[in-house]
């Protein structure tokens, strides 16, 4: 059975992921991978952050394509700063590549951070990543090396966000225009957002 810490762990994951994630379309995989079970979430236990993460990431990194296509590790426990879980995160990461090529292998994924603290600016549109990979909790993004691969190759397959079109926190969008005003969305989940901020093509 679901201890207390995870299920709210995954309650303000599902939360996260339903109001803002999908609904302003912020990641070209998210509604696809979870309607077809490719969404794979694990949340860390408190204790020692560091065995835990380098232990979930070797299982993870080490999977086929078969498996999940993205997976979230959700890390409620971890108490720093954003700069000190991009370190966690980097530390473990050359820990697990360097296990995984000992054994001529590559790691499957590709990882970044989200955190309910990264920092942001509004003056020109790249500036809102932080903004928009603001997660409640501390977390770990694996996205498969193949699906971006195939990505890659089929454009029309997925939707890319304008981050010209972003509403910014104060209200108005971005340099380039868009719909106006305050993202309620937003504010709600105050200070917390997502990932796979793309520029779209002109």
Do not use: I, W
Not at 98 to 119: E, I
Request: hydrophobic residues 40%; glycine residues 10%; charged residues 25%.
């Amino acid at each position: 059975m679901t201890d207390p810490p995870t299920q709210a762990a995954l309650a303000r994951n599902d939360r996260y992921l339903a109001s803002v994630v999908e609904a302003f379309g912020l990641c070209p995989f998210a509604r696809q991978c979870r309607a077809t079970g490719k969404l794979h979430r694990h949340v860390v236990a408190a204790g020692d952050q560091r065995a835990f993460l380098v232990q979930t990431l070797a299982e993870l990194q080490a999977t086929g394509d078969d498996g999940f296509e993205v997976a979230l590790v959700l890390m409620p426990a971890f108490v720093g700063a954003a700069s000190e879980f991009e370190t966690l995160l980097r530390e473990a990461e050359t820990e697990v590549a360097a296990h995984l090529r000992a054994q001529g292998r590559q790691p499957a994924c590709f990882a970044v951070v989200f955190h309910p603290g990264l920092p942001f600016a509004s003056d020109q549109p790249h500036q809102l990543v932080g903004l928009l990979r603001r997660s409640p909790d501390p977390t770990v993004q694996l996205v498969r090396r193949s699906l971006l691969d195939r990505v890659r190759g089929t454009r029309g397959e997925h939707r890319y966000v304008d981050v010209d079109g972003v509403p910014r926190p104060g209200g108005g969008a971005g340099a380039g225009g868009g719909a106006g005003g305050r993202c309620p969305a937003l504010g709600a989940h105050r200070p917390r957002q997502p990932r796979h901020v793309r520029r779209a093509r002109r």
